[in-house]
């Protein structure tokens, strides 16, 4: 069960025994407190259905928002669930979302501007004059973002710029600062131009490219094996098994040097979609490693 949906049933089993209790005794009829209590325990389960709902007193609820940036990423590439956990704790925003989620949304929408202007400043554009929608136009112009990441960008600095406007938002976007922020930021640290440089006495010059090639290959090659493994020997598990324990390895080291070649931390996750998903996981990495 998900913390979500736990904490709907909760909500729900709370507000309907309190609804029967009120209504044990006879002289209590139907009256606001009950039909507060009945919408109480079905907006947790309605909520995806409405942009927002406001009920009696000023409580406003805000559903869908979040929402459709997650998808519009998700489609973009923009939200990659390639990110160390620990990282998530290296941002203030995730600090503060339990406790206010407008002042996350806000730390959000300042960490994604600065990796959209370290973007532009690795690639030789004029930041200094642009705002954020400008800069995000340029960056496009520039072929740095794609048309589908930039019009996801443009819908979620909409969203963000709503927090640091006093927008009142449901406490499930403490939720999803927590767990979509950091990816969104991971996706955006990828596309930044970092510098590797292999060099050796009887090749002076920068072998980067050449590094970023032959590693690419032999990774390549060993997801390939993988799937013929798979499908050559899948009749025959024992001997499938035993085949891929021994490429195991030369799939770990191989990614740790397309890592190094991409200047992009490696992760155990890294191997393990190649194991699990042959030539379609190292597509997978490929693009995290902003190489598709």
Known sequence: MTKRTFIQISITTAALLIAVAHLIWPSVSIDGFIVGLIIVAIVPWVAPLFKSLELPGGLKFEFQDLQKVSKEAKESGLLTDEVEPQRQQDYSFVSVANVDPNLALAGLRIEIEKRLRNLA???????????????????????????????????????????????????????????????????????????????????????????????????????????????????????????????YPLIWNASKLYSFFNDTDWQPEDRDVIVREGREGFEKLKHRYNRA
């Not at 767990?179 to 969104?184: A, E, L, R, V």
């Not at 390549?220 to 891929?244: E, F, H, M, Q, W």
């Open 121 to 247: 400043s690795e690639n030789n554009i004029e930041t200094s004059r642009k705002g954020i929608r400008a800069l995000i136009n340029e960056l496009s112009n520039n072929q740095l973002l794609t048309t589908k990441e930039r019009s996801t960008l443009e819908d979620m600095i909409n969203t963000l710029n709503a927090a640091a406007h006093g927008e009142n938002f449901d406490l499930r976007v403490a939720d999803w600062v927590i767990q979509d922020g950091p990816k969104i930021l991971a996706s955006l640290d990828g596309k930044i131009h970092k510098w590797v440089e292999a060099r050796c006495s009887s090749l002076p010059h920068n072998m980067d490219a050449w590094g970023h090639e032959k590693s690419e290959s032999v990774l390549r090659n060993l997801a390939d094996l993988v799937d013929t493994i798979k499908t050559d020997y899948g009749d025959k598990p024992d001997l499938s098994d035993k085949l891929l324990e021994h490429i």
